[in-house]
């Protein structure tokens, strides 16, 4: 009934709404496009990058339906300190559990479950750190807000780990004696 009215001109008031209707969807959906400036690579070109950079990487493991890697998409990747710092920093790689993709690593095919699997990745999201030579450092699993990621990204970036410096002493001091 309702198509009837559209398609015939029976219905002026949902005529009239249609452009607002049009213009909220194109906020809302526009908006989640918008919400991180960070190039992601997938895995594969992500590693090359990572081999032609020097730059070490971030993976986020992650799946459609994950409502905390939508939020952390949302207010961690898209905060613009962290966009910062990822993009000059890091090479960012996301990686869709649900995916057939096809992941190559060390002389090895996997599936993108497999290689989650390989690196121990058990709930999303979950983040991987890979260092500058493309070896797989930590993960840290779960939502992490953007104040945390940004000491994280440092933490990294700095090799603190590499000096026996514990990222909770890290916190504490904000410096690992580069």
Request: hydrophobic content about 35%; aromatic content about 14%.
């Amino acid at each position: 009934m309702l198509l009837t009215q559209i398609s015939t001109g029976g219905n002026n008031t949902m005529k009239k709404r249609i452009p607002y209707v049009l213009a909220i969807m194109t906020v809302l959906f526009g908006t989640y496009t918008i919400y991180s400036q960070v190039k992601w690579y997938d895995f594969n070109s992500g590693l090359q990058a990572v081999k032609n950079t020097k730059k070490p990487a971030v993976i986020d493991f992650y799946a459609d339906w994950c409502i905390w890697c939508k939020t952390m998409d949302k207010e961690t990747f898209a905060n613009p300190a962290v966009e910062k710092k990822l993009s000059k920093d890091y090479i960012a790689i996301r990686i869709n559990v649900e995916k057939n993709d096809t992941i190559q690593y060390e002389n090895k095919t996997y599936s993108a479950q497999e290689f989650a699997a390989y690196c121990g990745v058990e709930g999303l999201p979950t983040i991987v750190f890979m260092d500058k030579e493309g070896k797989l450092v930590t993960r840290i699993p779960g939502y992490i807000k953007a104040d945390v990621f940004l000491s994280l990204l440092d933490y990294m970036k700095d090799e603190c780990y590499k000096k026996k410096v514990s990222f909770h002493e890290y916190m504490q001091q904000k410096d690992c004696g580069k």
